[in-house]
């Protein structure tokens, strides 16, 4: 049946595992293609299904493979009443057209399939497509037949029930002994299954029908006739209901056994701390589980995997992979897709490649090789062999920052130390420099003069004193500034007063280079601390006199600018490195790493960390022509009112009076 006009939309392949089931998929993408639509393809399994045999499950699973090759959406579902788990599954998922295989002499009592589905859901489209009946395939009425041992040893047990019962008769009435007989149908059904029940039915109904005539049987007798009928139904009834009841209590077995793989998966890997023992860990279960061996590769800096190391203490031996293998595991990881064994990638290669994808990047491949490829094609070993790899990937990046954490820690911990250093040594350091610069200074000035050579050699010893004075200035004021022990004595000032005081501080440091201001009149004022930031341009003018030439040029800069004061310490010399603008704020970082200039590189890093305390930023740069230029910026806020000047004239007046 199909309807005369179908609405466009998402086409849902219902498959049975019957002969009709690749005449469906390949329907359903034609008429996905046709109308540009995506499609589904869905199995609901129940006792009915695996009644067709292992085989036709496998041929219908490969079939939804192709079918996911080919862009559809794949499922496979659990319930007992398959169109109504069809039609739930099409509401859900927004599908308005069901293709499906017309089925070929359904039994009288049986309901047609496509009647249910349409029953289920009739807003849904149904297209019935025309199924082959080829012999060999599982059709709708076939089974997968076991061989002739459940039969024979069905029919024993019903003639053993039945050497026992029969001499009853005379002692007990036919309805009772049909009880043995179904005893025995129950005990046949749960354990040899569904086709030696029944046939266990039939030989126990024929015993007592041969043997109740020689006994008590009169067929005048109804009530006997009647009991016998009873008992053929109940049996055949109660073989069915307790096959199904088997089935379904393999299915829960198995369902726990992968449940309880997974819980004990999970468990171990979560008292991993090294990458190691997560390979042994993932190594052990996919043995113990899939028998199945298996090598987890890891990228390299690059983005490369390299090729697995075996572990000498390792009970598992990895699998040996050839250079083919690494080309199929790194499309893998590249693509983040599975590849080989089961998949439309490489499908001949003898491993399957799963990507390990963790939240934040994929942290490697895991190949694993199974004796059985056509068990990947079982949808719950599939899923379970992705959750394995899902944990094992989450397991890795746990480790990851585990490391990462750890190598903090010992960064935090060398960092306070070296700070505790350097603030002890700066501390010892600056009274004897002090006293060191001062006598420098008073031997320059001495009267009477030196002579030449010695006032050389005192100016000398002076500007040095001053450089290891400030070299120990900033190293103090770093171990400060890392230990969280400056407080900002914030106050609302103009910041031409503290570039002035810079300038002032620094005339040694310039020597004879020319130094211009621009500073625009009717600054806001602006709120800092004036001896911090005195600082931050000391150390700016500092590098300026350090690495331009003793005839270069300098500017500083102020202005407002979007809510934010910049000022900007620019020069026309050599310019910084290219590419480091922004590591050379960095503590210990100078920008030539060899150099007779002296330093150790704390300067911008003390600048930024006292711009950043007060809300601002700072950058670095090169100037279009040539020379190097710092700029900081500072928030200008809301400065409080002044006071009126004719209430604060009044107020003086009243004062002197």
Known sequence: MQSSESKTGTVLAVLRADAGDEAAVAAAARRAALCDVPWHAILV??????????AARLRTLELLRQAHARG???????????????????RRHGCTTAVLAREHGPAWWHVPFA??????APELDLVDVAAPSTPGVAGPRARARPGPRPYLAATGASLATAGVALPLLPLLDVANVAMLFLLTVVLVAIRLGRGPA???????????????????????EFKYAVALAVMLAVGWITARLTSDLREQAESATEREARTRALYEFARALSVALQTEQVFEITRRFLARTFDA???ILLPDDAGRLRWPVADPASEERAPVLSVLDMAAAQWAFDHGAPAGAGTPTLPSNPYLYLPLLAPMRSRGVLAVRVPDVAALLVPERRELLDAFAALAAIALERVHYVDVAQDAVVRMEGERLRNSLLAALSHDLRTPLTSLVGLSESLTLSRPALAAAQMELANALRDEARRMSTL????LDMARIQSGGVKLNLEWQLVEETIGSALRACRWQLGGRSVDTHIPRGLPLVRFDAALLERVLCNLLENAGKYTSPDAHVTIAARAEEGMLVVAVCDDGPGLPAGRADALFEKFVRGRQESSISGVGLGLAICRAIVEAHGGRMRAFNLPASGACFELRLPLGE?????????????????EH
């Open 472 to 475: 120990v200035a900033n190293l």
């Open 293 to 295: 061996r298996a090598a």
């Open 115 to 120: 009647r249910r589905l349409v029953q289920a």
């Open 45 to 54: 399994e129940n006792a009915h299904t695996r009644r067709r045999g292992k």
């Open 198 to 220: 029944i046939l266990a039915t039939l030989v126990g109904f024929c015993s007592l029908v041969i043997a109740a005539p020689r006994r008590q049987y009169d067929v005048s």
């Open 639 to 655: 400065p409080p009112p002044l006071p009126d000047p004719e209430h604060h004239h009044h107020f003086t007046d009243q004062h």
């Open 72 to 90: 559809a959406v794949t499922a496979v579902l659990e319930g007992r009443d398959a169109p109504a788990v069809a039609a739930a599954y099409a």
